[in-house]
């Protein structure tokens, strides 16, 4: 039987994404026996990103700077904009490191459902970053969903009158998927966005 | 309860990390709510798209449980998602249908419209040939809902020939002669809605606004509001194609 505190923390950990109780317990545990080696470090980065958590005023990511890392950092070419739902789709794509300009985070998508309209996002922060100037080529790389794509189409509108080249990210075949498992949409994409083998 | 069918996707929401919450349009059941286990996954994210239709099975121990339910694939509408108008003709369409309709009520009629609609869209060719479609739909929801327009003859005088004004008040169809006087308070009655066949844009804008009307003020309120922002952005999509 843990005693009320543990007990606390078992029950904080389990509403995490990925944990249930019998994983948060285990994870409890584990920090209990590594107390040193474990738990003050990961008391001190909780610490850390606690006190000094912010959103970036100009892109939305969250950080522990304002600007943040990427808004501030001279190497990425301020030329190129790429346009995400949320700041895990902004984690995900420069975990790969692929993608060299900077970013603008929505913090969502347009959902009739869930009654999301334009002015809930960060359309019009976007649009003034455009308007600004300074800005080649805007990529919206929304998911592929409905929602996804239906809000694409409204950025790219709102956008089009600027003087910059607005693009997608493909959609199709993904590396390493077989034909035979990909449903009748995805195939469809793929053969309509096919070219030539140089 | 046990229900076995070809359905239409119509709204889909995350429950929990991997699962999803469908709402299906069927052809015999009406709207149907199903859980589906791993709906969020990789392999059932295409399948599970609003306006696709599915191989649908759900079941449940009482009528009154959230059925547990699996999808197959039948037909993609995924490849339409990469057209403004299409998306957001479907994007209304399925919203729609699970914003207004209440769950088991079967409407074999309303199934057969969002499939023909859907069908529309898909293949005409230009936005001019579905808008029809859709102002027929939307007309035909209102009616199973019970809020039907009554345009055989005229709330005024009883004609039954040359309607041309709808009355928001009554919800019936005004003549010519009764209505010229009063036009500016009435809705126009787009000639396509009352003697079928091809429309022209500014009729097809008329019937927009006719159903607009009354969606709004008898079938989308309170929260359900929200839903018509998404009509809000094709209509204004629409009016740009005609521009």
Known sequence: ?198 | MHIAAHAIVCAVLPHGEHGAIARLMTPEDGLQPGYVRGGRSRRLRPVLLPGNVVAAEFRARTEDQLAGLTVELVHSRGPLLGEALAAAAIDWATALSAAALPEGLPAPRLYEALDGLLGAIEHAPSARGWTAALVRYELLLLAELGFGLDLSQCVATGASEDLAFVSPRSAGAVSRAAGEAYAARLLRLPPFLRDGGEAEWPDLLDGLRLTGFFLDRDVLTDRKQAVLAARERLVQRLRRVTN
């Open chain 1, 1 to 198: 039987m843990a005693s009320p505190e543990i007990e606390t923390l078992t029950q904080a950990l389990a509403r995490l994404p990925g944990l249930g109780p019998r994983s948060a317990r285990r994870a409890v545990l584990h920090l209990l026996k590594k107390r040193e080696a474990a738990m003050a470090p990961l008391l001190r980065a909780l610490e850390a990103v606690n006190e000094r958590l912010v959103t970036c005023h100009v892109c939305g990511n969250v950080d522990t700077t304002d600007p943040c890392t990427i808004c501030a950092d001279p190497r990425r070419d301020a030329r190129l904009l790429c346009v995400v739902e949320e700041v895990a789709d902004l984690w995900a794509l420069d975990r790969a490191r692929l993608f060299p300009g900077r970013f603008h985070v929505l913090g969502g998508r347009l959902s009739a459902l869930e009654g999301v309209r334009p002015e809930d996002l960060a359309i019009d922060s976007l649009i003034r970053r455009v308007a600004a100037g300074g800005i080649d080529e805007v990529v919206l790389a929304m998911n592929a969903t409905l929602e996804g794509q239906t809000t694409a189409h409204y950025i790219a509108e709102r956008i089009e009158s600027f003087p910059v080249r607005l693009t997608q990210l493909a959609h199709g075949l993904p590396v390493g998927g077989e034909l035979d498992y990909l449903d009748e949409g995805t195939l469809a994409q793929a053969l309509r966005a096919r070219r030539p083998v140089s």
